[in-house]
């Protein structure tokens, strides 16, 4: 509802996080439209160093030095990584949309002939992203008529 009074508007770190959280705990992976923005959250992503073996969960964005191997060229008083520090990680995700956002974007234009397998996680998937898609055009509905009573 926000980007319908100010389409420009940012959503803070803490909102981005809760959004991917609830649609995880619904058991979804794929994020379109609207809230595409929680996608990077919820792709769960974390780093594996390529020396030392260490896997941590990347909270923020990453600047591609190790916290185990890498520590002494990490100043615990300025909060930034030292000369000389050597970037040792790849990037990986826990959750791939991939497979979700393809059957999606498959079905999103023909939903009458979309019969989904209930064993199928991706189609549970599908789903449930389209039941939550329809709850939110009719809140954005309800929300145009209030906005429009109030002269918004």
């Not at 959503?11 to 996608?39: H, M, T, W």
């Not at 190790?66 to 100043?75: A, I, L, M, P, V």
């Not at 970037?87 to 939903?111: C, L, M, N, S």
């Not at 599908?126 to 145009?144: G, M, N, P, T």
Request: aromatic letters at 14%.
């Amino acid at each position: 509802m926000l980007k319908m009074l100010d389409p420009e508007e940012d959503f803070s770190e803490e909102v981005k996080r809760f959004v991917a959280c609830s649609l995880i705990y619904n058991g979804i992976f794929y994020a379109p439209g609207d809230l595409d923005f929680a996608q990077w959250y919820l792709r769960r992503p974390y780093y594996e160093c390529k020396e030392c073996g260490n896997v941590e969960d990347l909270l923020f964005e990453h600047d591609g030095i190790c916290d185990g191997c890498q520590k002494e060229y990490f100043s615990s008083i300025t909060g930034k990584v030292k000369e000389g520090a050597k970037k040792t990680t790849e990037i990986k995700y826990r959750h791939d949309e991939g497979p979700v956002r393809k059957k999606f974007q498959a079905v999103a234009t023909k939903w009458d002939s979309f019969y989904p397998d209930d064993d199928d996680p991706v189609d549970v998937q599908v789903c449930r992203i389209a039941a939550a898609l329809e709850y939110k055009a009719v809140k954005d509905a309800q929300f145009l008529e209030q906005k429009g009573a109030l002269d918004l």
